[in-house]
Each structure stands twice: as C-alpha cells, then as structure tokens.
C-alpha cells in the first residue's frame, strides 16, 4: 500500500521557520522524484520545489528560492522541506508529490494528505 505522510506544518509567525517531513512506503523511492506542492484557498495547486532520489536535480519556484530548502533521505525513504522566513503568503495546505522517474514507474503519481501551513502574527 502507498503512503505519502507529511507532518510539521503549522502556525508560525512571519519570518519564522517550520520543517515539513513526508515519509515515503509501498513503492520503490529510488525511481521517483519528490516535490512539494502547495494550494492556498481559492488558488491552484503549485509546485514549490521538486528532488530527484539521488538528491542530484533540484528545482524550486521562484516565489520560494533562498528561502526553502528541498532535501531527501533514501535511508529512510523520506523528503524534508525547510522552510525560512515564511511569509503571509506561504499560507496553503502543502502536499507531498510522488512521481514514476524510471522506464518501470513512469506514469505513476501519488500524492500525500496535506499538511496546513499558517503564516500569520
């Protein structure tokens, strides 16, 4: 069974810190890449920042460079999102992205619950 759980969201206040951990089970981690996406109220769902398994491609959006840092764990199949000087606009619910990188997963994606991230004083 597939599971994507994300935890460490939360209130924070602006210019605070929080770190997001999804731990990954039920499919091989090596062949995927990892992202964060993000949804706040009213708004489409957007990539944050996305890791390749061997850590050796990384992307992030624009509007979270310098201040996010994406990070990957293969021992214990699990990717970090800290998160710096948050602002009121990092408010969303933040999903945890699996998707097929390899000849034997691709086209396969799954997704976490989300987790709540609240900046605001």
């Known amino acids: 069974q597939v599971q994507l759980v994300e935890s460490g969201g939360g209130l924070v206040q602006p210019g605070g810190s929080l770190r997001l951990s999804c731990a990954a089970s039920?499919?091989?981690?090596?062949?995927?890449?990892m992202s964060w996406y993000r949804q706040a109220p009213g708004e489409e769902r957007e990539l944050v920042a996305a890791i390749t398994s061997d850590g050796g491609r990384i992307n992030y959006a624009d509007s979270v460079k310098g201040r996010f840092t994406i990070s990957v764990d293969n021992a214990v199949n699990t990717v970090a999102l800290q998160m710096n000087s948050l602002k009121p606009e990092d408010t969303a619910v933040y999903y945890c992205?699996?998707?097929?990188?390899?000849?034997?997963?691709?086209?396969?994606?799954?997704w976490g619950q989300g987790t709540q991230v609240t900046v605001s004083s």
């Open positions: 039920g499919f091989t981690f090596s062949d995927y890449t």
């Open positions: 992205n699996a998707r097929g990188a390899t000849r034997r997963s691709m086209g396969y994606a799954y």
